[in-house]
């Protein structure tokens, strides 16, 4: 089965740095995503890893081991308008359609950011 | 930017009801996926479609169908409403990935 697992809520500061993880457990594995979503509003992505390693994009950064079947999610700078929940989606099971697999989501974090 | 544009954004309708939910997107992606959300259960994949005529069942098919007669337009039945399907139900659509998503519908059934 697919088992994704990541922490249900975190608290951090403004200013600081915070590191949501993300483990999982899939019959198959062809990508890592992460998306933010906002209360009320659409998940939209942030960020993605196929290769062990880290990926940056401006105040996130994204890391994969897939040995461990293990990533996660670093934000720096956290900003007041960083508060939402963080959803980390494996990329597993191929389907008919040429080049089209499912996405497993995790149950996602909450993230508050508080002064 | 990719524009998934979901019919309502609240709905409110009786238990037995039929109900339709629309999704429509502006890029030609050949997938698209209907999902609902739960508190504390996470985005469960219902259906989805990779080209038109074709459907896929996802994790949690039971109760629902789709229909997907043009490429643009992805719809949601619930063929008899039951209580267990209130919910916040989001489609997505994407060529390869990621997926992009629409702003959800907030379905409570009474």
């Known amino acids: 089965g697919q088992n994704i697992d990541q922490p249900t809520e975190m608290t951090a500061t403004e200013g600081a740095i915070v590191q949501i993880n993300c483990t999982y457990q899939?019959?198959?594995?062809?990508?890592l995503f992460w998306y933010q979503q906002h209360a009320g509003e659409a998940p939209t992505f942030l960020s993605y890893?196929?290769?062990?390693g880290l990926e940056e994009k401006g105040r996130f950064s994204s890391f994969l081991s897939r040995s461990k079947g293990y990533s996660y999610l670093l934000l720096k700078e956290l900003q007041m308008k960083d508060s939402a929940s963080y959803l980390c989606?494996?990329?597993?099971?191929?389907?008919?359609?040429?080049?089209?697999?499912?996405?497993?989501f995790g149950k996602g974090t909450k993230l508050s950011v508080i002064p | 930017d990719v524009k998934v544009t979901q019919s309502s954004r609240y709905l409110v309708k009786r238990t037995g009801e039929k109900v339709f939910l629309e999704c429509v997107q502006d890029?030609?992606?050949?997938?698209m996926f209907w999902y609902r959300q739960d508190p504390g259960l996470g985005l469960r994949l219902i259906y989805f479609?990779?080209?038109?005529?074709?459907?896929e069942k996802g994790d949690i098919p039971e109760g629902y169908s789709v229909s997907r007669e043009k490429k643009e337009r992805f719809s949601l039945i619930l063929e008899s409403a039951s209580t267990n399907q209130t919910s916040m139900y989001l489609c997505?659509?994407?060529?390869?990935?990621?997926?992009?998503f629409g702003d959800g519908t907030r379905l409570s059934i009474l």
């Open positions: 479609s990779y080209d038109v005529k074709m459907k």
């Open positions: 890029m030609d992606h050949e997938n």
């Open positions: 899939t019959s198959g594995f062809n990508g």
């Open positions: 997505a659509s994407s060529v390869s990935q990621p997926q992009h």
């Open positions: 989606a494996v990329r597993d099971r191929a389907y008919s359609g040429a080049g089209s697999y499912q996405l497993t």
């Open positions: 890893n196929v290769l062990d």
